[in-house]
């Protein structure tokens, strides 16, 4: 579970910047301790979902480090602004962006347009019809858009915060989380063998 820079001391651009330490942290862990045959499920609520979908769909940024997209067995986005487009002209997402929307800076910030027409990863996003920080639209639009295996958990009441609930009381969605992972588990992540 790691952290990153956060805006406005930081953009997007410092942010990749962490995430790509993290992953290759992630992967030195992994063949350490001998669990090179496992693959990632890379998750985050809000701005963490963001860049979950940064690190899970962008292939020039993980060749770049010597990796690749088969690293990943799925992508768990919970009330995330997936297709930052669909945000209110906030100041905390040109911030994040590091640009105005339209302009090169927050085009590349935007997690939808790394959306690829062979994407084979599991999507699951669980987003609320009522979340007034990550407008619905965020999830929908990249949910439309993605051409891999998906699921769409929408809430109906929950707000922005409330749509973690999963973590407390919300066991609707604590199970379809669940059941989602134990797929994943079951069809996309061999079995490891500690060596």
């Not at 942290?25 to 301790?33: F, R, S, Y």
């Amino acid at each position: 579970m790691p952290a990153y820079r956060l805006s406005p001391w930081a953009a997007y651009p410092q942010m990749r910047e962490d995430l790509n330490l993290t992953i290759l942290q992630i992967v030195h862990l992994l063949k350490d301790n001998g669990f090179t045959e496992c693959r990632i499920m890379a998750g985050g609520i809000s701005a963490g979902a963001t860049l979950a979908a940064h690190l899970v769909l962008d292939r020039e940024a993980l060749s770049s480090l010597g990796l690749d997209q088969s690293i990943f067995s799925g992508l768990l986005s919970i009330a995330g602004p997936l297709d930052i487009t669909e945000m209110p002209d906030f100041l905390a997402v040109r911030s994040y962006a590091g640009g105005k929307r339209g302009s090169p800076a927050f085009e590349k910030a935007n997690p939808a347009r790394l959306l690829a027409q062979d994407s084979q990863i599991s999507a699951m996003i669980v987003h609320s019809k009522r979340d007034a920080i990550v407008p619905f639209a965020c999830a929908t639009s990249f949910y439309h858009k993605y051409k891999g295996p998906k699921t769409l958990h929408t809430l109906q009441r929950a707000s922005h915060l409330g749509t973690m609930r999963f973590a407390t009381d919300d066991l609707d969605t604590a199970r379809t989380i669940r059941e989602w992972m134990h797929h994943l588990s079951e069809h996309t992540i061999p079995a490891s063998k500690p060596g």
